[in-house]
């Protein structure tokens, strides 16, 4: 069973780089067709799709974030991470990675979830 644990600061300045990392088990990340996503939940609001880094290591980003947003993986850790640069308090909210293998449908596994908040 493929199992994701975000970590990560919870508190972040503004203006600063927010960074997460996400450590897979019972999976690896270069798994055929696989894609490994960020996703976050603003308080009060629905999910966003941050964006993600499919198997082969290619990257899609949310036009909206896109020109803020890094997604990197360390395979020999089996990991994969998120930078989110010029952060507001907007981007205060919970945040999970994911994976699945089918973009038209949810993710397949989740992580639990991690709350960062930016905030002087």
């Known amino acids: 069973q493929v199992q994701l644990q975000e970590s990560g600061p919870g508190l972040v300045k503004p203006s600063q780089t927010l960074s997460l990392t996400c450590t897979v088990s019972?999976?690896?990340?270069?798994?055929?067709?696989?894609?490994w996503a960020w996703i976050r939940q603003p308080p009060g609001k629905g999910l966003e799709w941050i964006g993600y880094i499919d198997y082969s290591g290619s990257t899609y980003y949310s036009p909206s974030l896109k020109s803020r947003t890094s997604i990197s993986r360390d395979t020999s850790k089996n990991q994969f991470t998120l930078q989110l640069s010029s952060v507001t308090p907007e981007d205060t909210g919970v945040y999970y990675c994911?994976?699945?293998?089918?973009?038209?449908?949810?993710?397949?596994?989740w992580g639990q979830g991690t709350q960062v908040t930016v905030s002087l």
């Open positions: 994911a994976s699945g293998d089918d973009l038209n449908s949810d993710p397949i596994h």
């Open positions: 019972g999976g690896s990340i270069t798994t055929n067709y696989y894609y």
